[in-house]
């Protein structure tokens, strides 16, 4: 049982590229989420999807899109990428995200030059 | 809105001291509440829960009480190891608009020298 695989696990992009971090979960969980971590900041929601074809905004969604076209997939999408989003991104995924815990991927560390 | 508040960190501690970190949190209603640790290089995992006032979540030694009263979650464990050095994070999850929001602390960092 993978349970959530997060690919890549490194990338290093260059101010105005495009990117989409890939977010697979294997265990029919409803709820997704994206997070990016920074030093200081914890944990800030990005992007968070109810169910297939459900998504809705988090704290910090400028500059992301997210889709949610299967259950088991949930890609983040940097659209020009900008050295702020310069993170750790983290995505998780929960039964009904109610009093269940959240199982979480194991990272992309992103670099924007 | 819904919040976490941690103490700041880093905890550094010997080897078989008591720790205690602190969690607060604002919310309507009855949050559940979850103590995540994060190893270095990986992503969050779960440590313990506890869903409703008075529950006490338990797990590899650590210890924490759900208080209404005072709205804390506060971790605990009576004898650390080095190898419980990682970041620990408070977190509630509520009802927010029809779904389920988990709210996150900012993460307390423990050190833990032999």
């Known amino acids: 049982n993978a349970g959530v695989t997060q690919t890549p696990k490194f990338q290093v992009l260059k101010t105005g590229q495009s990117m989409t971090l890939q977010c697979a979960q294997d265990m029919n969980h409803e709820y997704m989420s994206w997070y990016r971590q920074d030093p200081g900041m914890g944990l800030r929601l990005i992007h968070y999807s109810v169910g297939a074809g459900i998504t809705d905004q988090g704290e910090v969604p400028n500059g992301y899109n997210v889709s949610r076209s299967t259950t088991e997939d949930f890609p983040l999408r940097l659209l020009s990428a900008a050295p702020s989003q310069t993170s750790v991104y983290f995505c998780?995924?929960?039964?009904?995200?109610?009093?269940?815990?959240?199982?979480f991927g194991q990272g992309t560390r992103l670099t924007v030059v | 809105g819904n919040s976490v508040t941690q103490m700041e960190g880093p905890v550094t501690l010997s080897e078989e001291a008591f720790l205690t970190i602190n969690c607060t949190y604002t919310?309507?209603?009855?949050?559940?509440l979850f103590w995540y640790v994060q190893y270095p290089g990986e992503g969050l995992q779960l440590l313990l829960k506890?869903?409703?006032?008075?529950d006490k979540g338990s797990n590899k030694g650590f210890e924490a009480t759900y208080r209404k009263e005072t709205t804390s979650f506060h971790l605990e464990k009576g004898s650390v190891q080095v190898s419980d050095s990682a970041v620990y994070f408070c977190a509630l999850s509520q009802p927010s608009g029809g779904s389920y929001i988990p709210t996150f602390g900012r993460g307390t960092s423990l050190i833990v020298h032999p």
């Open positions: 998780a995924s929960s039964y009904k995200a109610g009093a269940t815990e959240a199982f």
């Open positions: 506890a869903t409703k006032a008075d």
């Open positions: 919310a309507t209603g009855y949050p559940s």
